[in-house]
């Protein structure tokens, strides 16, 4: 039975987006997914919670267009609203892009793109929704392992996340009045299409990067979803301020 909590969950159409959705569903929630660009990939996220009898939504939403943010809350308390509720328990900022090369090869326009997608879209719209959440409510962070250990070619994607962690620290003393938790998840090589799905296609690559990681292979999106779903759970109510990392020991 649902607990009639609701979260919302970015990016959640495809890959770590739509498992987290999934999982917080299983774990009694009713969910609202979001996308960017491909309304159908959305519709199956929500017709695969449907179909296991949880609730689910679609609404659009492009977390680089900060200017569209206030639209975005009237659409989201009119969704709410169907569901007669007037608040967010849960969001999930997962939404993010990774542009990927060496020094010499970034451009002005690559750089802006991932910090104004992944730092700058992040922060305004927990801005924008911290009105809507719930006092006791939580917020998860997408990052990466990539803010531990190093790989070239990754130095601006990397940054971002880095700089979302350090968010996720303040913001959860900002919105601990509220009884708000503020964490983040840093997914290791997981066998998504994120990257236009390198590491789930590419056998080599994924064999290479499990080989360097303590549990011997790389991950698997519902993985990520779960450990999304435990970090949301009242089990883990005294955890707040705190980077969990879920990549199988990656580079140990």
């Known amino acids: ?114 910090m104004d997608t992944n730092v700058r879209g992040t922060f305004f719209l927990i801005q924008a929704l911290a009105p809507v959440l719930a006092d006791g409510g939580r917020i998860i962070n997408v990052s990466s392992s990539l803010s531990r250990h190093t790989s070239a070619g990754t130095s601006v994607y990397s940054a971002s996340k880095a700089a979302v962690e350090v968010l996720s620290r303040t913001l959860a003393v900002e919105l601990g009045e509220r009884k708000i938790r503020v964490n983040t998840i840093a997914p290791g090589p997981t066998a998504t299409d994120f990257n236009g799905g390198a590491m789930r296609d590419d056998a080599q690559m994924r064999e290479g990067l499990g080989a360097q990681t303590a549990l011997g292979r790389v991950g698997e999106p519902e993985e990520i979803g779960d450990a999304i779903a435990a970090l949301a759970s009242e089990d883990l109510r005294w955890v707040t301020a705190q980077r969990l990392e879920v990549s199988g020991g990656a580079l140990l």
């Open 1 to 114: 039975m649902e607990s009639g909590k609701i979260a919302l969950v970015t990016g959640g159409n495809r890959g770590l987006g739509r498992a987290t959705a999934q999982s917080l569903a299983r774990h009694g929630l009713r969910v609202i997914a979001t996308y960017r660009g491909d309304a159908q990939e959305a519709e199956e996220t929500v017709k695969s919670i449907q179909d296991t009898g949880a609730t689910a939504a679609a609404l659009r939403l492009d977390i680089s267009d900060v200017a569209s943010f206030p639209a975005f809350v009237s659409h989201l308390a009119a969704q709410l609203e169907r569901w007669d509720a007037t608040r967010l328990d849960v969001l999930v900022n997962n939404a993010g892009i990774g542009l990927f090369g060496p020094l010499e090869a970034v451009t002005f326009d690559d750089y802006d793109a991932v």
